[in-house]
């Protein structure tokens, strides 16, 4: 049976080669953070383009949208005019041949 002092020994043993892992651990946990703080970074860089070329993209949808309603506005006014003129011209034919007559 061992002695007293060499049970303490080989506890102090184990004690000091669980220290040493400890601060592996430490260590490696340090470099992890280190690692994901740098991909958070990066990441959130990457995140800031993106998000700046989707309102650069939604900015020149939005003008190239209201040019185009501003053309289908025009074209739907002259329609409806022509459309009046023609009513007016179908109701009043007599008026059209006198108009015929002045030119």
Do not use: P
Request: aromatic fraction near 4%; glycine fraction near 4%.
């Amino acid at each position: 049976m061992a002695t007293t002092a060499e049970r303490l020994g080989v506890v102090e043993t184990k004690v000091h080669n669980l220290d040493e892992k400890l601060d592996d651990l430490k260590v490696d946990v340090k470099d992890v953070h280190d690692c994901l703080d740098r991909t958070r970074d990066e990441l959130t860089g990457q995140l800031e383009k993106m998000y700046n070329a989707s309102c650069d993209q939604h900015s020149a949808l939005s003008n190239e949208i209201s040019i185009l309603k501003a053309q289908r506005d025009k074209w739907v006014w002259t329609s409806a005019g022509a459309l009046v003129v023609l009513a007016w011209l179908s109701a009043h034919g007599d008026a059209l041949g006198h108009l015929i007559k002045l030119f």
